[in-house]
């Protein structure tokens, strides 16, 4: 397709290829950061702590508690709950029920809070109305859909 | 925001650390995860820069224009506010295309594009409109059919079949816009009703 329009592919590839360079080398310091956040908290015992503490909320929708800080610091930060991520895979393999529930959970949610304030800042908007309470529902209505679809699928 | 967030968990850590007497475990792990961030970042690379390559081909060969014409109907339907002809559908079209095929970078620079267009046809009010509302309301449920760098942790953690939770994935994004779109479109119309 792009050799009969006559566009020169091989360039075009190495611009864009040079984007996803750029994109993995600016994150590589956030996630050196993230990554050791999550494990002092792993190996200090406050994530299992944590874990332990909002058990019984979770239970409610079918979450195991595990996962939970991974749908709330998601909320916040994508790179923070990539960090989380990782960890999961760390701990119980990317192909464990946890580990495929995180990828499913993450591949269906957005950062609220980051792409609010991005967007609304850039169009000078104080009064938000009903866009968090939006984007609320679609994340609750993601991370359900997550858990359903993981206990019938795998 | 992050500031806050990493700084706990960092105080929290080391806190829980010293309680629990598992310092040393704090210490290591810290190191450990240093190191691993980079190894990640550059077995990354390859996989990134080779799906972005691609994603500008398919750019320059006006794939991904003709997919914005085929969601001008969808458009008009969601955002029944602006004008037919303005200049924020082609913005706001991108910013989805480029979503759904996982090019956050190329899509917030065309998001905010149309946030300011949005902003001038809002009578540069700071009270969002209802279109501001489900254009971000419609970003933040995940638009992302196919989470790249999802799969490509996952490869670099060894597992059996990276690719596996692809359908799961796309599903659940479905749900999770579907109920966003479902909110907008019924926001909108209370919104109307009681003005």
Known sequence: MGLSSKTPVYDEFIEGAKDGFRVVKDILPTLIGLMVGVGILRASGALDMLSGLLAPITGKIGLAPELLPLVLVKMFSSSAATGLLLDIFKEYGPDSYFGRLASIILSSTET???TMAVYFMAAGVTKTRYTLAGALTATLAGTIASVI???LVF | MLNYLWGLMIVIGIIVGIFNGTMANVGNAAINSSKEAVTLCVSM???????TGMMQVAKKCGITSSLTKALRPVIRRLFPDIPEEHVVNEYIASNIIANILGLGWAATPMGLMAMRELR???GNSHIASCDM???LIV???SLQLIPVNIIAYRSQYGSANPA???AAGILATCISTLAGVIFAVTARKLGRRSS
């Open chain 2, 133 to 135: 509302c489900t254009l």
């Open chain 2, 139 to 141: 970003n933040i449920s």
């Open chain 2, 164 to 166: 596996e939770i692809l």
């Open chain 2, 45 to 51: 690379l390859g996989v990134m820069a080779m799906w």
């Open chain 2, 120 to 122: 001038k046809l809002n």
């Open chain 1, 112 to 114: 609220i809070f980051y």
């Open chain 1, 149 to 151: 679809i993981t206990n």
